[in-house]
């Protein structure tokens, strides 16, 4: 907790002797009336807290700070509380001459008893008894409590004599925690002191090492329930790291270690200069500031800084958009270097306290000897020492004498698996303005840096503490400015230098095996890349173009090229960095987003690429970018689409280059399917007409036994007048159920069959649509449920019903489930999300490739194929991906005659319809209806 500031005048908000005198002539004006006394009080006393939260209302938001709004809101709970007791024990419950068994203090414990307040925050009492309970006592308790109920307080409360709140506060660490902020507010003084003086004297005394030890520990079990980086981009203010949870924890170890004491004299211990202390107070201030504009936004106690209230907040703070940052990005921002600064202060903290041995107390007769001083063993690098296991410096003077000691710390410590000393630590922090543009420089530093990004144990771990410190984004300005920057989007779960940091631990991981099952190619693939520091470094550098010049990946590409020729790197280096920064989206955009199985998506592809080692390092980059996202964004699904564009393209290169590419995939189709055709000739002689009449890009989407599976399929669909036959299964590989669709083709049959997967809860990530030259359609879709697992993985009726609501769809039944909406609308309303739709015929060989993009909702899939099939036109694949709260759908699509679109007024109309289905929920319907009227014209 900061200094006091100077106390707001209360008596301008709520003047405490005019609500009691309020309060005293209701109760005289009523007297024999309890109910209408009582309804009277609480009149009163909700028009005087409802004026005084107004109050405090209006000043936060004319830029008063967080911290004199929290004392304030608090000291108009005092008010009102007190005088609800003053109201309580002299009107209603008024013992003229108390016993000593009806005596009571009413204190205000926990938050409360701190002086600080949110607007909805719970107010934690603890009512003390000298000994057992008196029904004097329990009436004044559950009188007053009933009160503040009905007032709007959510109470959390006890009733206690001191003897037990003694006795409790030695068992229990949360209760001990609540006493240690206690102040009385009303009642017995001497009672109160009591409680004060024996809680002093019989719990904390001779305590400290148990009491940290606990907070410590109950810190790091928060932090993993609320999430283990403080860089989640929708941050619980109160409770997640680096929050104002983390500095209670400080001010509490503090208070505790030097009991009776003030604040003042509390945080400014030792190991804190100035510049810490004043970083304390002002992120305690901004953290307060915020928590108080959630409450009063939302009407209720929230504590999560979620994606629909971050614009809001960042317009009440005052932070407006600028052409190349939104407010909701700059305040965000604010965030989350106020979140970095509060995780530096309270590891030194921390980490002093363990280092000094507060933690561990002493026990037998060690407890009577002299503490002995942690054991300085020196290491080899002039200035370093190793103290109790942690890597120290001998002083500031190390890193003044030659600045490469700031990366050299980070580098030994790596090397010898040492957690850093919090001398050491605080050190680097205050001398990192030491790294100037000649240590950038500089080759031996290079090589330091180089050393631990892409040679470390733990580069992840590291770079993670060199962030913390501010060394990293001293050395590499270009990281440096994503430092806490966030993208307001739903797809990103961390920061982007969280994220980026990540995905460096990710590539670290691949290489060292631990990714095997999700990575199967990562055994085979690392060890032929011939340059770890180029991949590494691209991986550092791939997101610092975000939101620069030219977009994402041009700025990236410039600044990679910057910072590699600050390292000293020679030509073809610098170029493969910044190639790779520039194109680190294009594989992921063409594995998703493109059909694999069209010549022309490979060759494409492969003539970006132009080699195997490209190739090689972009899968990798590729890999580790998505994986490090968010939770669950990686999955099966996309590895093996990755998988099979990596095959691709690796087997045009071994086949053919360039222009040859394409017809090297021909043959290689060919080729495929007249193998397959006789494989299940031999197989299932009965298949051998269905066979000859597939398509040669259907026998190199599937194996042997997969094609003999669908022949069985359509058989079952052509056989006894059925006319469709469906079935699922899951495809572990895939993260997806594979469900399977044969039946006669006809117009509108995957819009039917989209719409019964919707109405069934399911998520389309994926579609291949076949159609046999005897009008026989196979159509296969890969869907998930909601939470991204596989659907129906859990329980195989669920899949069976699926199938069978896909058999009647596809014989043009109507459907008979009620289409489930899906997705939170309230967050992803947030986003402002522009709808696009492209169409290009030059993607494909064979069909127009047709692009989609705009907010993700429940059917939409649907709507989208309802527009292309308003157009006449069939699809021949879909291709479903998400982003957060925005969907990309891309449609292989062709005429009837099998051509693609032509008709340059055609493609004008079908984009306008597309625009029409994505806009169609924040629009008239009419709109998407005109729109897909205009194709017909």
């Not at 008024?94 to 016993?99: D, E, I, W």
């Not at 060394?471 to 440096?480: A, D, I, T």
């Amino acid at each position: 907790m900061p200094p006091r500031l100077r106390p707001t005048r209360l008596e301008y908000v709520v003047d405490g002797l005019k609500l009691r005198a309020q309060l005293s002539t209701a109760a005289l004006e009523l007297v024999g009336d309890e109910r209408g006394q009582r309804a009277a009080a609480l009149d009163i006393l909700k028009g005087a807290l409802f004026r005084g939260r107004m109050i405090a209302k209006e000043r936060l938001e004319n830029g008063a700070g967080g911290i004199e709004t929290s004392r304030l809101l608090s000291g108009v709970t005092d008010e009102v509380i007190t005088a609800l007791w003053d109201f309580t024990t002299t009107h209603i419950f008024r013992a003229r001459n108390p016993t000593e068994g009806e005596r009571l203090a009413l204190m205000a414990v926990g938050g409360y008893g701190r002086g600080t307040l949110a607007p909805f925050s719970d107010i934690d009492l603890l009512f003390v008894r000298p000994y057992k309970a008196t029904a004097h006592t329990e009436s004044v308790i559950e009188y007053m409590l009933y009160a503040l109920w009905d007032l709007g307080f959510k109470v959390g409360h006890a009733s206690r004599t001191v003897e037990e709140c003694v006795k409790l506060s030695r068992e229990d660490f949360t209760i001990r925690t609540s006493i240690l902020e206690a102040r009385r507010l009303a009642g017995d003084e001497a009672l109160a002191a009591d409680l004060l003086r024996r809680f002093a004297n019989e719990v904390v005394k001779g305590t400290g090492a148990e009491f940290v030890a606990a907070k410590l520990k109950e810190r790091d079990e928060r932090h993993k329930r609320a999430g283990a980086t403080r860089y989640l981009v929708e941050p619980n203010v109160k409770e997640g790291k680096g929050a104002l949870r983390d500095l209670n924890t400080l001010f509490w170890i503090a208070q505790y270690l030097h009991p009776g004491e003030p604040i003042e004299r509390v945080m400014q211990l030792d190991m804190f200069n100035g510049r810490e202390v004043r970083t304390f107070i002002r992120a305690f201030d901004f953290l307060w500031a915020v928590r108080s504009h959630l409450h009063f936004a939302t009407g209720r106690p929230e504590e999560r800084l979620t994606f629909d209230l971050q614009p809001e907040i960042a317009r009440r703070m005052g932070y407006g958009d600028r052409p190349d940052n939104p407010a909701v990005e700059r305040f965000m921002r604010r965030y989350f270097l106020m979140a970095k600064e509060v995780g530096a202060l309270t590891r030194v903290f921390a980490a002093k306290l363990e280092a000094d041995e507060v933690k561990v107390e002493p026990r037998g007769i060690s407890r009577l000897l002299p503490a002995r001083r942690p054991r300085r063993k020196p290491l080899d690098e002039p200035g370093f020492i190793e103290v109790g296991g942690r890597i120290d410096v001998e002083g500031p003077e190390t890193f003044e004498r030659d600045p490469i000691n700031l990366l050299r710390l980070f580098k030994i410590a790596d090397e010898r698996n040492l957690d850093l000393h919090p001398d050491a630590f605080t050190a680097a922090v205050r001398c990192a303005p030491l790294i100037t543009a000649a240590v950038r420089r500089d080759r031996h530093a290079a090589k330091v840096f180089l050393d631990v990004l892409a040679r470390g144990k733990d580069p992840y771990r590291t770079l993670s503490l060199m962030t913390e410190s501010g060394v990293l984004g001293r050395y590499m300005p270009e990281f440096g400015r994503i430092v806490a920057q966030m993208q307001f989007n739903m797809y990103h779960s961390y920061t982007v230098d969280e994220h980026t940091l990540r995905a460096v631990g990710v590539i670290a991981g691949i290489a060292d095996g631990r990714f095997a099952e999700d990575h199967p190619l990562s055994t085979t693939i690392m060890p032929l890349i011939g340059d770890r520091e180029a991949l590494f470094l691209a991986m550092l550098l791939h997101d610092t173009g975000k939101g620069g010049v030219g977009g994402q990946e041009l700025a990236g590409a410039r600044a990679a090229r910057q910072a590699c020729e600050r390292l000293g790197l020679d030509r073809s280096k610098i170029e493969l960095v910044a190639w790779l920064v520039e194109h680190h989206l294009v594989m992921s955009d063409f594995a998703q987003k493109r059909d694999v199985a069209d010549p022309r998506t490979v060759s494409d592809f492969a003539r970006i690429v132009q080699n195997p080692e490209r190739l090689r390092l972009l899968l990798v980059l590729t890999t580790a970018d998505i994986r490090a996202v968010g939770p669950g964004v990686w999955n099966g699904w996309k590895g093996q689409l990755m998988r099979e564009l990596y095959s691709a393209t690796e087997a045009v290169f071994r086949g053919g280059r360039g222009s040859d590419a394409a017809a090297a995939l021909r043959r290689y189709h060919q080729n495929a399917a007249y193998d397959a055709r006789v494989s299940l000739a031999k197989a299932s002689p009965g298949a051998e007409a269905w066979g000859d009449a597939m398509e040669d890009a259907y026998f190199t989407a599937f194996s042997t036994e997969e094609v003999q599976a669908h022949a069985r399929l359509a058989a079952r669909a052509a056989g006894g007048g059925a006319g469709a036959a469906a079935e699922g299964r899951i495809v572990a590989a895939r993260n997806a159920a594979e469900v399977v669709v044969a039946a006669t083709d006809r117009q509108r049959l995957f819009v039917d069959l989209a719409e019964a997967i919707t109405a069934a809860g399911g998520n389309v990530v994926g579609a291949r649509v076949f159609t046999s030259r005897a009008g026989q359609a196979l159509d296969v879709f890969y869907v998930q449920d909601a939470t991204g697992r596989p659907y129906g993985g859990e329980n195989d009726r669920v899949l069976s019903r699926l199938a069978d609501d896909l058999e009647a769809a596809a014989r043009g039944q109507p459907n008979a489930r009620e289409t489930r909406r899906g997705g939170d609308a309230s967050r992803t309303a947030a986003f402002s999300i522009t709808p696009t739709a492209m169409l290009d015929n030059d993607a494909s060989e064979t069909a127009t490739v047709v692009e989609a993009s705009g907010r993700d909702r429940s059917g939409l899939l649907a709507a989208l194929a309802h527009v292309i099939a308003d157009a006449g036109l069939s699809i021949v694949s879909a291709h479903i991906d998400g982003y957060g709260e925005r969907a990309v759908d891309a449609f292989y699509v062709t005429e009837p005659d099998g051509q693609k679109v032509n008709d340059a007024k055609k493609r004008q109309a079908l984009r306008q319809a597309l625009l029409g289905a994505l806009n169609a929920e924040d629009a008239p319907r009419g709109n998407l209806q005109r729109a897909r009227a205009s194709i017909a014209r």
